[in-house]
């Protein structure tokens, strides 16, 4: 019985190890003698069960064992048998290998399942509870099969973790109300100082006395919105602490109030004209509007630190760039994500027709596959290829725009890599299309050499170069909106209604370059 | 315990990662992406990930975050992913005070502190970070079962004996975070002798303990799963000998950094593969043959070349339509095959000009034979005729010395008679470190020497185990792998659960909520074996084997420091002081 034991090495383990001194191979409890490991296993690991059915041949089922077991060891509790598959003789298979049972391979139950096994394929060890349910704490160790040990929960288990998002938001949000306060009274200020000023000079703008009463109104007026700091206590530049000096002079920051030199290395502090300030913050409540009010003809300008002006502006500046509308590249990109999407929907339609089609044309080699399917497999492959050289297309128009940094540079290599690797892959079902369904050679775009040659001359004022290319884009437009337009009906079959809403804003944003460039065209658009 | 899962699960939360609150700021359909990473973290992705999966995501840029030169393009979203660090932080700080990037999603490969979320926070002005994540890489994955944490001894030992302080710190965040990305809270044990193993084991453990609500919350397995803390130090021979294996000779004759063999010192060799990737998640002939020894490495070889000019033939003749589609179609699987043929060709030429300019051959014969023969006058000859050849270089024979002195330390006059040797024509310095590495493992090994009389039986068992591993790869008796690593025997007494209490102690644990006979009872099911001063290639090989034979029934994580060469571990051991 004790050949059972877990691995195929107990054996030669136990014979080479002290007979005296025995330990279960599968509990390590220890033992005088190998009797008791023997009875120890049988009763405890129940390792003779289905052996002993096997071994008796005869019709003593499993549970008429388990009572004589039962008996024997009656202080032991025993695990759950009623959901064990019965061994019967020649028909049962090993679950894993699917040989069929007998005494030669062992027939045995997992512990958890219950389904039937052979000798070699139940080698691992589970902990149980008394009704076979997992139970990794105060369980007993059984062998198992190799599905129920891998299923235990938390086996397989990998890759922790932590998403600090909101925690970061919570941190973020506490300092930022500190910070907004700050930002709320800067701005204030700086709203009455930039009215303030500006209620002057119009005041005085053109009269004679205009120096002498601006300035003397001016650091009056400056002094109201800020106390200043006391010129004799400060000895350092509160920004780049510097000793100030005969060369090094000290000035206020209008807004803060604190002393600061006007290093233009360091630029701790700048003198801005106001015209410039109120255009870089135009969503402040200033009383005058910088078009009505030609403000930035005002030859008034503040003394601002660098502290202010970057809360004051860095984020307007930032969030102002984020919204900008795309440019170049980025809206060229935008176009090719759009068609990529168009693909991206229209290929498993395609690739499931042509796939029913192989299927009836496989089934009966004779049958002439159905016209209807054919032309509609044919339109949906001519769509398809379009839209790829449409793609494409676009992926050179990308290509050609002149990047404005490094940046622009390198994103072109990789879109340009990335577009090669998606046609390639995609393109493939489109290529294994069986001849009956190729009406045209797959189309490739060619390049126009001609450009060159004519480039010099001169048609109105647009070169043939430029209204080549603008006749180009118009096409790829008018394609492109066409493609959207059909899929937007798709969709709206298909009730992806959020879907539509983002194609629709792209349809608005094609319809509008459309009409530019038709109006650039004027009469040389096509007839 | 598929570390090559665990790398694909991460990257692929990385560069897929979306936040759920996507700033209406940026625009919504815009979706090209940055990705920054650091010093630490770009070998982590360079290893695990290739070019073309992040194109897909749409991750068009990669760049370092130290590099302060990059433009300013906010229309992009960008994804960080860095190692929580003072150095690294700063950059990010400056970063987010003037952000070049439309938003940002920040990925740390370790537990970041409280204090450094707050200082990210607070200068996080723009609101431009949408997302902040831990998740859990902090080492190197060089096969599905090896990882290393590119520690160089001279980086985290203070001196022989002790760690610097900083090294510890390194090396035990690191290991913790190899638990939390495999989810295990583990018993950890290490090699009682040691005063290495054991500080960082205890540091690991306060490490679990202080983190155990918020990060070591993981389901209670039936088994506990096994840290075992290993010192190089007890086992110095397998470093020393010359490896035969293909990934091993690879790492030890022309030397591979994050998968990248280096072949431009070769002569004559093609422009195209003066640098070679090689992973064994990417290429299938290197999966099937980094394990094998460099006899059945060559009718490997050979073997993928006749299949490979089995498919030119097929290819060249091309008569009908068909054959020109079929020829279209199977061309770029057929251009990187020929590519993959001619890597593994030069790699194996390569090694092979190697062992015969520096007559490996010989060497590792008398290697083997002194490392696992008992004394022996024959060996003893070969070995004198060897040092007195003049062909062999002189580091093999100063190393073949340094073997021949761990095995044979009882017979002085012989050691005496190698010294006179060496006097001759070594320079004062090698003699010196000759001297200086005796002292330094006798000590061990008297030691060893008192366990082993007591291991008798299981070292029995051991090798039956190794040499029915062997009879699996059907290797009859081979002359150059006849050591078989420690790591061999270790494995088995694991499997069997009769690893030495005593050689191997426990880390005391009170919050593990565990006592410690039901430790004692449950064989282990899951191994994390860990070098202190690097791994070979060798017991990797070892590890994988071992695996492959249990099949599930225990699963075995090999790591180390570093993984180190034969010329790595003596440069790191004439560095001892």
Redesign the interface.
């Known amino acids: 019985m004790v050949s059972n034991g877990t691995s195929s090495d107990t054996p030669s383990n136990l014979s080479i190890m002290d007979l005296e001194n025995v330990s279960c191979p599968i509990c390590l409890k220890k033992f005088d003698n190998l009797q008791a490991l023997n009875k120890h296993l049988d009763v405890e690991h129940e390792f003779n069960s289905n052996e002993g059915s096997l071994g008796s041949n005869e019709s003593s089922t499993v549970n008429g064992k388990a009572t004589k077991v039962n008996s024997s060891a009656d202080k032991v509790q025993k695990l759950k048998r009623s959901h064990w598959e019965k061994l019967q003789k020649g028909i049962s298979h090993c679950q894993a290998c699917g040989r069929t049972l007998n005494n030669e391979i062992g027939a045995i139950n997992c512990k958890k399942c219950g389904k039937l096994h052979c000798r070699r394929h139940l080698p691992n060890m589970i902990k149980l509870d008394l009704s076979a349910r997992y139970e990794p704490e105060k369980g007993k160790w059984y062998n198992c099969c190799h599905d129920c040990f891998v299923n235990k929960p938390g086996y397989n288990d990998y890759g922790k973790a932590i998403d600090l998002t909101q925690k970061f938001f919570k941190l973020r949000n506490m300092k930022k109300e500190d910070k907004n306060l700050r930002l709320l009274q800067l701005e204030n200020r700086f709203v009455r100082l930039v009215n303030g000023l500006v209620t002057l000079y119009k005041k005085y703008n053109g009269s004679i006395i205009y120096n002498l009463k601006m300035n003397n109104e001016m650091s009056k007026l400056e002094r109201t919105v800020t106390p200043w700091r006391d010129d004799r206590s400060v000895l350092y530049c509160n920004i780049c602490s510097e000793p100030f000096g005969l060369l090094l002079r000290k000035h206020h920051c209008r807004l803060c109030g604190m002393i600061v030199c006007d290093n233009t290395y360091r630029n701790c502090s700048n003198q801005i004209d106001i015209g410039y300030l109120v255009s870089a913050a135009s969503d402040l409540p200033f009383d005058y509007d910088t078009e009505r009010d030609s403000l930035s003809e005002i030859p008034v300008s503040v003394r601002l630190c660098s502290h202010c002006i970057s809360m004051l502006f860095v984020g307007r500046k930032f969030s102002k760039d984020v919204e900008m509308p795309l440019s170049g590249i980025f809206a060229k990109y935008e176009s090719m994500q759009n068609i990529s999407k168009v693909i991206d929907s229209l290929l498993p339609t395609f690739e499931d027709s042509l796939n029913n089609l192989k299927l009836e044309t496989f089934r009966d080699s004779k049958r002439v596959p159905d016209p209807k399917n054919l032309n509609e497999l044919a339109r949906l492959r001519h769509k398809l290829l379009n839209s790829f050289n449409l793609y494409n297309t676009l992926t050179r128009q990308l290509i050609c725009i002149e990047p404005r940094n490094h940046v622009e540079r390198q994103l072109q290599n990789s879109i340009k890599t990335a577009s090669a690797a998606y046609i390639n892959e995609k393109i493939l079902p489109l290529k294994s299309l069986p001849a009956i369904l190729n009406p045209e050679g797959p189309k490739t775009q060619k390049d126009e050499p001609e450009v060159k040659k004519l480039s010099q001359l001169m048609i109105e004022n647009m070169t043939i170069k430029e209204v080549k290319e603008l006749r180009q884009e118009l096409m790829v437009l008018k394609e492109q909106s066409y493609l959207i337009e059909s899929t937007i009906q798709d969709y709206k079959k298909q009730r992806r209604l959020e879907e539509i809403v983002t194609l629709n804003k792209n349809l608005e944003e094609l319809h509008s370059r459309i009409h530019t460039v038709q109006s650039k065209l004027g009469d040389n658009g096509f007839s | 315990?598929n570390l090559f899962?665990?790398a694909d699960?991460?990257i692929n939360?990385i560069v897929t990662s979306r936040?759920k609150l996507s700033v209406a700021?940026?625009?919504?359909?815009?979706?090209?992406k940055v990705l920054l990473l650091d010093n630490n973290t770009t070998p982590t992705i360079s290893l695990c990930a290739t070019?073309?999966d992040l194109?897909?995501q749409?991750i068009?840029?990669v760049d370092k975050i130290e590099n302060e030169e990059?433009?300013?393009?906010?229309?992009?979203r960008c994804l960080v992913y860095v190692k929580p660090t003072e150095g690294t932080l700063q950059c990010l700080l400056r970063e987010l005070r003037?952000?070049r990037y439309?938003?940002y999603q920040i990925f740390f490969n370790n537990i970041?502190l409280k204090s450094q979320?707050?200082r990210?926070?607070?200068s996080?002005?723009?609101?431009?970070?949408?997302?902040?994540?831990?998740?859990?890489q902090d080492f190197f994955i060089l096969n599905q079962d090896l990882f290393s944490l590119d520690l160089q001894p001279k980086d985290f030992l203070s001196n022989t004996l002790v760690w610097s302080e900083p090294g510890l710190t390194e090396c035990s965040n690191s290991l913790v975070s190899v638990l939390?990305?495999?989810?295990i809270k583990p018993e950890i044990r290490f090699e009682g002798a040691s005063k290495l193993c054991e500080r960082l084991a205890k540091e690991v453990s306060y490490e679990i303990g202080k983190n155990e609500r918020?990060?070591f919350d993981?389901?209670?397995?039936?088994?506990t799963p096994i840290l075992l803390i290993l010192d190089r130090k007890t086992d110095p021979i397998t470093p020393l000998l010359q490896p035969w294996t293909y990934q091993s000779m690879i790492n030890e004759y022309i030397g591979v950094k994050r998968n990248i063999v280096d072949l431009s010192k070769v002569p004559k060799i093609d422009k195209d593969l003066e640098k070679v990737t090689l992973s064994s998640k990417q290429d299938a002939f290197f999966r099937d043959t980094m394990y094998l020894n460099f006899g059945e490495l060559g009718d490997k070889v050979k073997q993928y070349v006749t299949t490979y000019k089995d498919k030119t033939q097929t290819n060249s003749q091309i008569n009908t339509i068909e054959d020109i589609?079929n020829f279209?179609?199977k061309y770029?699987e057929f251009r990187k095959l020929s590519g993959n043929v001619a890597k593994h060709m030069a790699i194996v030429g390569e090694l092979d000009r190697q062992l015969k300019i520096r007559n490996i051959w010989e060497v590792s014969e008398i290697e083997q034979n002194l490392s696992s023969h008992d004394a022996n006058e024959e060996d003893f000859s070969e070995l004198i005729k060897l040092l007195q050849s003049e062909t062999v270089d002189k580091y093999y024979k100063l190393k073949l010395a340094c073997i021949y002195s761990l095995n044979n330390h009882a017979n002085s006059d012989k050691i005496r008679q190698l010294v006179e040797l060496l006097t001759q024509d070594f320079s004062p310095e090698d003699v010196n470190f000759f001297h200086r590495f005796k002292s330094l493992f006798n000590r061990h090994d008297k030691k060893a020497q008192s366990n082993h009389d007591k291991d008798d039986?299981l070292s029995?068992?051991a090798r039956?185990?190794n040499s029915k591993m062997s009879s699996k790869g059907n290797t009859a008796e081979n002359v150059y792998m006849q050591h078989i690593p420690e790591i061999s025997s270790l494995l088995t007494e694991l499997?069997?659960?009769t690893l030495s209490r005593d050689r191997f102690k426990t880390v005391d644990i009170q919050n593990h909520g565990m006592t410690q006979t039901q430790l004692?009872?449950d064989?282990p099911?899951d191994v994390i074996l860990f070098f202190v001063g690097g791994v070979t290639y060798e017991e990797a090989r070892l590890v994988h084997e071992f695996n492959e034979t249990m099949?599930?029934?225990m699963r075995v994580v090999l790591g180390g420091t570093s993984i180190v060469s034969t010329n790595q571990y003596m440069d790191s051991l004439r560095a001892m002081k």
């Open positions: 315990m899962d665990v699960y991460y939360k936040s700021k940026v625009n919504e359909h815009q979706r090209i070019q073309s194109l897909k749409e068009y840029l990059r433009e300013v393009s906010r229309h992009l003037n952000p439309g938003e970041v979320l707050e990210l926070a607070e996080d002005d723009m609101e431009a970070v949408t997302k902040v994540e831990e998740i859990f939390l990305s495999l989810k918020t990060f993981f389901l209670v397995m039936d088994s589609k279209i179609e770029p039986i029995e068992l039956r185990f499997s069997k659960n004692r009872n064989i099911q099949n599930s029934r």
